[in-house]
């Protein structure tokens, strides 16, 4: 009976649990940049000509936009395989810590972005491959 509460401890801990604390994420690419890029390994979504993936941009020093100030963002990007274009699907969130850590600054749930070439070399182009393979 002393047992019987811990799968639900362990639903109400996974409810409060972020996106960024719940993925695995993989470095994609440094360059040199004021920010760092993760890919979440887990998310990865793939049809037969597109595919999905969780995006961590982890800034080295606090960025600000519209007011809010923020040291990562986590998003949801598309890719068109076939075409080497890439999209923010949904679901961005800003954290006021590094890594998808800290409290939640801003969300822009189902904030779609207009396509973009993935330029070869580029921190996207190492995402791209990531994601489509």
Do not use: H
Not at 2 to 11: E, F, S
Request: aromatic letters at 10%.
């Amino acid at each position: 009976m002393k047992y019987a509460l811990i799968p639900t401890l362990l639903l109400s801990f996974a409810a409060f649990t972020t996106k960024a604390e719940a993925a695995n994420w993989v470095i994609a690419s440094a360059r040199g940049a004021p920010v760092a890029i993760y890919y979440d390994s887990l998310s990865i979504s793939r049809t037969a000509t597109t595919a999905t993936i969780w995006v961590l941009y982890d800034y080295s020093s606090p960025e600000t936009a519209s007011g809010e100030t923020y040291s990562s963002v986590v998003v949801r990007l598309t890719m068109d395989c076939t075409a080497r274009m890439i999209s923010a699907e949904s679901n961005e969130t800003l954290y006021s810590g590094r890594m998808g850590g800290g409290a939640v600054v801003s969300q822009y749930p189902g904030a779609i972005e207009a396509q973009k070439v993935v330029v070869p070399g580029s921190a996207n182009d190492d995402v791209y491959r990531a994601a489509c393979g």
